[in-house]
């Protein structure tokens, strides 16, 4: 039995294990690399193992850094089963469709600067819109929360809620081989204790090693309350100066959670009624549609709010902006919510309102979740002026807000609270964190051993 991580890379987000028992290959995640510069090159490289051997892809979530290379291991070779939630299906879809888009289009741009440069090679996408759309017909087998799927003679798999997006899920590989009777736990990406929206993580079971994520193994969130104040405050002293706000939002889970909580606060009277919110991006429009078709993840706030045939995510002055052309039209805009993304500022529709706002002194640029290393939210964040955007320099005069406490990932506390009810496990791996995050994590856990491998590190298990 051996355990192989090739998505484990210090600083660099991309999720990806294979187990070898038996006969059998089993991935876990299949993540495109994301944080640094550009991860083009890294998302080309071989996967570490032949994807035709592999029989079966258990998927914990739908983000991209997990589910991404999907289709580039079936363009590669994979012929096996893509084993998930029904929520996390409909999110996987999206994402790796979207992700297709954007990579068909930045080769057209290359290509058409490489036509001006006189040169004749080519930029190809790493994968297509048909590639995605082809990957979608191994999802074959759809599992739900604490039920069992068979892998094989004296194999199984469990999916357990794992409270990070709509229908992420931690999983518990019950694996022989020969003597060898191994009970292996992957965290997959943990949410923490207490969000709105969805469940809390589920009580983890027994394992004899645990396989966990460790984004934020090295601090405490801003507690959640004066996390949303501090929202509505932004909001409130940008809005009263003539501002926008721009908020980065990534387009699972902190979207929804953002305009859930706007509604809140135009409810009891924390947010102007007439306030202007624009959702500037298409891929959160059409994730904000599937948290609506699946009610089952919610928690019981959340659900007595659908229940009584309210919508959770609706809210007074609620624009979407679907169409370019919409998005172009936000130049005008004064004195409003501009929610667009991506996240970390890598990408999408973000980085144009920031080359129109950023500079102004009325405007906020709030953020609301993790920004790795290298990307245009980090470099914000830490300070840098100006920060160069479409290669232009654009001073930033803009007030700057990190809100830690709407992270969709447990920080340290939640990460050791799941793990102290995982039964002592003799053996952790440390993965999809910062190098600084994983050594803290590490001296924090007891009774028992921790490695961080690196990446296409394998393991013998006895």
Not at 17 to 42: F, N, S
Not at 48 to 70: E, K, M, N, Y
Not at 138 to 155: E, K, Q
């Amino acid at each position: 039995m051996k355990l192989e991580f090739h998505g484990a890379d210090r600083n660099v987000t991309g999720s990806c294990h294979l187990v070898r028992c038996q006969d059998k290959c089993i991935l876990i995640d299949c993540g495109m690399y994301q944080g640094g510069r550009e991860m083009d090159e890294e998302n080309r490289q071989d996967f570490g193992f032949d994807p035709a051997s592999v029989d079966v892809l258990l998927l914990t979530h739908g983000h991209l850094d997990h589910c991404g290379r999907i289709p580039l291991l079936v363009k590669k070779g994979f012929k096996g089963k893509i084993v998930t939630t029904a929520a996390t299906r409909e999110l996987a879809r999206l994402v790796m469709l979207d992700s297709a888009g954007i990579q068909e289009e930045d080769a057209k741009y290359k290509n058409k600067k490489l036509r001006k440069n006189g040169k004749t090679e080519d930029a190809t996408p790493l994968y297509t819109t048909l590639d995605a759309l082809t990957c979608l017909d191994y999802f074959h087998d759809i599992t739900a929360y604490n039920h069992s799927y068979d892998l094989g003679p004296d194999m199984k798999a469990t999916f357990y809620d794992a409270g990070h997006i709509l229908g992420a899920a931690s999983i518990l590989l019950e694996l022989s081989e020969n003597s060898c009777n191994k009970k292996i736990l992957y965290s997959g990406d943990l949410g923490y204790f207490g969000r709105a929206i969805l469940r809390d993580p589920a009580v983890p079971p027994d394992a004899d090693i645990v396989v966990m994520e460790s984004t934020y193994g090295d601090r405490l969130h801003k507690q959640l309350g004066p996390s949303i104040h501090e929202l509505y405050e932004a909001i409130e002293v940008t809005l009263k100066r003539g501002g926008n706000v721009l908020i980065p939002s990534f387009a699972l889970e902190r979207t929804q959670e953002i305009l859930y909580y706007l509604r809140e606060g135009i409810e009891q009277g924390m947010v102007k009624e007439n306030v202007q919110v624009f959702l500037d991006s298409p891929m959160a429009i059409s994730a904000t549609e599937i948290f609506q078709r699946h009610p089952e993840c919610f928690d019981e706030e959340a659900w007595q709010i659908f229940k009584t045939g309210n919508d959770p995510f609706e809210l007074p002055g609620l624009h979407y902006s679907r169409e370019t052309a919409q998005s172009i039209a936000l130049k005008q805009v004064k004195g409003a919510v501009i929610i667009a993304g991506s996240g970390m500022a890598t990408g999408g529709r973000i980085r144009h309102h920031l080359r129109h706002n950023l500079w102004r002194n009325e405007a906020s640029v709030v953020f609301v979740g993790f920004a790795a290393h290298g990307t245009l939210a980090r470099r914000i964040i830490d300070g840098q002026d100006p920060v160069r955007i479409f290669g232009k320099e654009i001073d930033v005069r803009a007030q700057i807000y990190t809100i830690g406490g709407f992270s969709a990932h447990g920080d340290q506390e939640d990460l050791l609270h799941w793990h102290s009810r995982t039964g002592n496990p003799e053996l952790t791996f440390l993965v999809h964190g910062e190098e600084k995050a994983m050594k803290t994590l590490s001296g924090l856990l007891e009774n028992t051993r921790v490695e961080m491998p690196e990446l296409h590190q394998v393991y013998e298990l006895e």
